[in-house]
């Protein structure tokens, strides 16, 4: 994503932030400690506005006195969008600031806001913060823009902003949203990469546990939140189910899903018995996949026994579509090989050493699909001991890894995300969706890459397009990692990602 440069430079006593302190709900404690750290902020803020409740007004309103710069108390009744659209038509800065009073500003926290402000042209900012706790302090960082993620989880944080214009000219506060006002405003105006700004900067601290934090940000969606959600789904013309889990995207069809598994018809011992792969793996999938319309596209080596054949014949009958290879191994040219052939709207690349978990994995997988603008979506992945395998490409440091790799089951960042539909970087060709339309219009898989970093080189064509990567926690499966084959990486192959990609290697924008 690139932002615009813009060249206004106010002078120091000109500043284009106003801070609103949001106090609803909060202790009085922890609302004179948000006030007294927005007061103590050089340069000041334009002006500081403290939303709070009747009983809490007197207290607030003598600390407020303090401030250097203008600062004030409103006491907001029940239905309080009126209240902060006279508030915001009367505003003279550029920016409004909000902050959640469950959280302080870190020092100097304006100096690095407002010149990044005044050199990129965007709508909406927010940025890192701290957690201090007994323990140790945690610094979350938080991914770019990431607007399928957002209408699951609020993971800005506490301290945004967004540039008065946008907001007036989105339509200000809606009725109903009380608690929830900041996600609503940026649902609306989070909906183009170009016009937000995630500053990597940590700019507030909380002294909370993480899962407290994400406690109220995440998995604490109120009315007004779900409300907030559902009115932004109705708007883009989205049919959406909004659960306590998230988002489920209904299917707009159910097109034929060809899934393409490359084989030589191997065998491994898992479990303690030694099983042939591709059997169980289909075996599962016909047995306990809900979606109704897949076939089985499998490209096999010459070597592969004919007795397998059969036995996947036996399993999924006129459902099998065998096509042959013969030559070296070169997962890219099986995977394209495989189609050619397909009959499929829809395209899954699948290794043949996996195990169903979830049976709608297809309808998880497909529901984001079809969303505009998404261009692949990838599975979550567990090894056999149920470690994590893959939630989703991390490419960092001219590497290509894999999120959350080798994690307990029960281990998560302070953004919950292994719990939420995201975008990311890329997928792991092990399990990944997407259309054929989207598969040959960006080449299929390089051959160049036989064995490694061909999945990182078809995510990197696709986002190239302009279109998304979205990983999804809602289809699982077991993959028992290189059974098949020996799982090291070619330097060659390693050399020429580089090359080919440079600096989209080098840091990630939705893992920091």
């Known amino acids: 994503m690139s932002h615009k440069p813009v060249r206004h430079k106010p002078t120091r006593h000109e500043s284009i932030v106003a801070l609103w302190i949001d106090g609803s709900a909060h202790p009085v404690p922890a609302i004179i400690a948000a006030l007294r750290s927005a007061i103590r902020q050089d340069p000041p803020f334009r002006e500081i506005v403290v939303l709070a409740?009747?009983?809490?007004?007197?207290?607030?309103?003598?600390?407020?006195?303090?401030?250097?710069?203008?600062?004030?108390?409103?006491?907001?009744p029940a239905e309080d969008s009126v209240v902060l659209n006279d508030l915001l038509a009367a505003a003279t800065a550029t920016w409004l600031a909000w902050l959640d009073a469950s959280s302080v500003l870190v020092p100097g926290a304006l100096e690095i806001v407002e010149p990044t402000l005044n050199r990129f042209d965007v709508d909406l900012f927010y940025g890192d913060s701290r957690i201090a706790s007994v323990d140790a302090d945690t610094v979350v960082r938080r991914p770019a823009l990431s607007p399928i993620r957002l209408r699951s989880q609020d993971y800005l944080g506490d301290f945004r902003g967004a540039r008065i214009d946008a907001l007036r000219a989105a339509g200000g506060f809606q009725p109903g949203t009380r608690g929830a006002h900041p996600y609503d405003a940026a649902l609306r105006l989070g909906t183009r990469a170009d016009r937000v700004l995630a500053i990597p900067e940590v700019l507030t601290e909380a002294s909370i546990e993480p899962r407290d934090v994400m406690r109220r940000h995440a998995a604490h969606r109120t009315v007004a939140h779900l409300a907030a959600a559902q009115r932004h789904l109705n708007a883009l013309g989205i049919?959406?189910?909004?659960?306590d889990e998230g988002i489920r995207y209904p299917l707009r069809a159910t097109p034929l899903v060809s899934i393409i598994i490359p084989t030589r018809g191997g065998r491994a011992v898992i479990g303690g018995s030694e099983r042939t792969l591709v059997v169980d793996a289909v075996r599962g999938i016909a047995a306990r996949s809900t979606y109704p319309s897949i076939e089985f596209v499998i490209v096999a080596d010459d070597v592969m026994p004919q007795a397998v054949v059969d036995e996947l014949i036996e399993i999924a009958g006129n459902r099998v579509r065998l096509v042959r290879w013969t030559g070296p191994f070169n997962f890219s040219g099986k995977i394209n090989r495989g189609a050619v052939?397909?009959?499929?709207?829809?395209?899954?690349?699948?290794?043949?050493?996996?195990?169903?978990?979830?049976?709608?994995?297809?309808?998880?997988?497909?529901?984001?699909?079809?969303?505009?603008?998404?261009?692949?979506?990838?599975a979550l992945l567990y090894?056999?001991?149920?470690?994590?395998?893959?939630?989703?490409?991390?490419?960092?440091?001219?590497?290509?890894?894999?999120?959350?790799?080798?994690?307990?089951?029960?281990?998560?960042?302070?953004?919950d995300s292994l719990t939420v539909d995201r975008e990311v970087s890329g997928v792991t060709g092990a399990c990944a969706m997407l259309s054929a339309d989207t598969f040959w219009s960006v080449g299929g898989l390089s051959?160049?890459?036989?064995?490694?970093?061909?999945?990182?080189?078809?995510?990197?064509?696709?986002?190239?397009t302009g279109a998304s990567i979205i990983w999804t926690p809602h289809a699982r499966l077991i993959h028992f990692e290189s059974k098949t084959r020996v799982a090291t990486v070619d330097t060659t192959e390693l050399e020429l990602i580089r090359r080919h990609w440079g600096t989209k290697l080098i840091t990630d924008p939705y893992w920091r």
């Open 383 to 415: 090894f056999e001991d149920g470690s994590v395998q893959h939630g989703g490409h991390m490419y960092s440091a001219s590497w290509a890894g894999h999120i959350a790799f080798k994690w307990e089951v029960d281990r998560d960042d302070a953004l």
């Open 53 to 76: 409740d009747a009983a809490a007004a007197g207290d607030l309103q003598s600390v407020a006195s303090e401030s250097a710069t203008p600062a004030r108390v409103v006491v907001l």
């Open 239 to 243: 049919e959406a189910e909004l659960t």
């Open 447 to 464: 051959t160049e890459y036989p064995g490694n970093y061909n999945d990182v080189d078809l995510a990197l064509k696709i986002r190239a």
């Open 341 to 378: 052939h397909a009959l499929g709207e829809y395209l899954v690349l699948l290794n043949d050493d996996v195990e169903l978990i979830s049976p709608d994995w297809l309808e998880a997988m497909l529901g984001l699909a079809q969303q505009p603008g998404v261009g692949m979506v990838g």
